[in-house]
């Protein structure tokens, strides 16, 4: 299976800092989409984001971004001016070589305290 | 419009009894998946139907899990029987296609005892 690696296990912050998730992925794919879920403590995961592989441009959302590196297999996602209802597990996601389903890394616990 | 639903939220059992998780997908997805996360560890895919029928079941465990879709509506995993390593929260998602966002419910969160 091809790996999504979310390297950071834990992050705390506090409101208002600017914060980095990593996400590195393996693909031996020319096209594949990459994902960002987060799971906010309701527990439901809510969509964030999908990329595909032939877009490389970095995409802002608000206080959303996500940076992909295609070179280097990453899509990395900051949080600017983190608030306290950033607080949640974020997983980052690719789908798998037939496009039925989602690989899925470990997540990343962001906490942001006030 | 309606999300994803599961029931239950919560789901305690004993070793060796059976359980019936239930999904209802958004209306007019035809892609349903059930993923499963045991704790500490990434959520894992179980599998796939396209309405009624089973596309890709290869992250099913073993034969303790049945998954079915009759209609190609809502969808029921049970297990059966239930093993102490089954427990963990397993997800359910549906989407309009594949390769495009799933939306995912709140998850029922299974322990066995």
């Known amino acids: 299976a091809q790996k999504v690696t979310q390297a950071q296990t834990e992050i705390s912050v506090v409101e208002k800092e600017d914060v980095t998730l990593d996400c590195v992925y393996e693909?031996?794919?020319?096209?594949?989409?990459l994902f960002w879920y987060k799971q906010p403590p309701s527990g439901e995961l809510v969509f964030l984001i999908r990329?595909?592989?032939?877009?490389?441009q970095n995409e802002i959302s608000g206080r959303y971004s996500w940076n992909f590196q295609k070179s280097t297999s990453s899509f990395n996602f900051t949080i600017t001016a983190s608030q306290v209802v950033d607080s949640a597990v974020y997983f980052c996601?690719?789908?798998?070589?037939?496009?039925?389903?989602?690989?899925f890394g470990k997540g990343t616990t962001l906490s942001v305290s006030s | 419009e309606a999300g994803v639903t599961q029931f239950p939220s919560h789901s305690v059992i004993e070793k060796g009894q059976t359980v019936t998780l239930r999904c209802d997908p958004i209306?007019?997805?035809?892609?349903l998946y059930w993923y499963r996360r045991v704790m500490g560890k990434e959520i894992k895919f179980l599998l796939h139907?396209?309405?009624?029928?089973?596309?890709?079941e290869s992250g099913m465990p073993n034969n303790r899990f049945l998954a079915e879709r009759t209609g190609g509506t809502y969808s029921t995993l049970k297990v059966q029987p239930a093993e102490l390593e089954d427990s963990g929260v397993y997800f359910c998602?549906?989407?309009?296609?594949?390769?495009?966002?799933?939306?995912f419910g709140q998850g029922t969160r299974l322990t066995v005892v």
């Open positions: 990329r595909n592989s032939f877009d490389e």
């Open positions: 996601a690719r789908d798998n070589q037939a496009g039925t389903a989602l690989i």
């Open positions: 139907f396209v309405k009624e029928s089973k596309q890709d």
């Open positions: 998602a549906s989407s309009q296609s594949t390769r495009t966002e799933a939306f």
């Open positions: 209306s007019g997805h035809d892609n």
């Open positions: 693909t031996r794919d020319t096209t594949y989409y």
